[in-house]
């Protein structure tokens, strides 16, 4: 298990880990809240992790782009999917300078192909000519992110985009967006599109 940076074995579960009924109240589209896990309200669910780690080990991305890597459990599950397909690399960033340090420590210790920035999601994206994966979750414009994201994508590239569930503003991006997306019901929501 890749430990979640700044999170400690405690009496709350270990590494941090609760139910995501501590963070998100049930709904009509997801009474069962209960079902999945989060380190606090601001990281994505342990489910979501994983399934940005399975989602780069079928499609074995050159280039993968994180905004927000907040405290890493998901930009390390991430990268270490990289690493264990032998193949890309990937940038992730925060506005805190705390937390980019933290990154590019843990990913030195684990030799990770991952660096961090300290810098908005909009720059970090602008930064490449073409990418092939994008997870789309800071604490930013996503709008702006999403939307650079897009023009940078290689053919059959992937944006995830989270926290796409009805109670977030960011629900209304896939709306405005012409291009093919994948509704995720967790209870924060999570979004995929496609560029053709």
């Known amino acids: 298990m890749i430990e979640p ?3 400690a074995p405690g ?7 609760r139910s995501e009924r501590d963070f998100t109240p049930a709904s009509a589209l997801c009474p069962r809240v209960d079902l999945w896990r989060a380190t606090d309200s ?3 669910e342990m489910e979501v992790s994983d399934f940005m780690y399975a989602l780069i080990r079928l499609l074995k991305p050159g280039i993968v782009v994180e905004t927000g890597c907040y ?13 264990t397909n032998r193949h890309g690399r990937m940038a992730t960033c925060d506005i ?5 340090a933290e990154m590019n420590q843990a990913a030195r210790r684990r030799t990770l192909p991952l660096e961090a920035f300290c810098m908005s999601g909009v720059e970090l994206i602008g930064r490449f000519d073409r990418i092939d994966l994008a997870f789309i979750d800071s604490g930013g414009n996503r709008e702006a992110e999403v939307g650079r994201a897009v023009r940078r994508m290689n053919r ?13 503003p960011e629900s209304r991006i896939q709306a405005s967006l012409d291009l093919p997306y994948l509704y995720m019901n967790t209870p924060r929501g999570l979004t995929l599109f496609q560029v053709r």
């Open 5 to 7: 940076l700044g999170f």
């Open 11 to 17: 009496r709350r579960g270990i590494l941090g880990i």
């Open 42 to 44: 601001l990281a994505s």
């Open 71 to 83: 405290t890493g459990v998901t930009t390390l599950r991430m990268a270490r999917a990289l690493k």
């Open 96 to 100: 805190k300078e705390n937390l980019v």
């Open 156 to 168: 059959f590239g992937v944006v995830a985009l989270h926290d796409t569930a009805p109670h977030h």
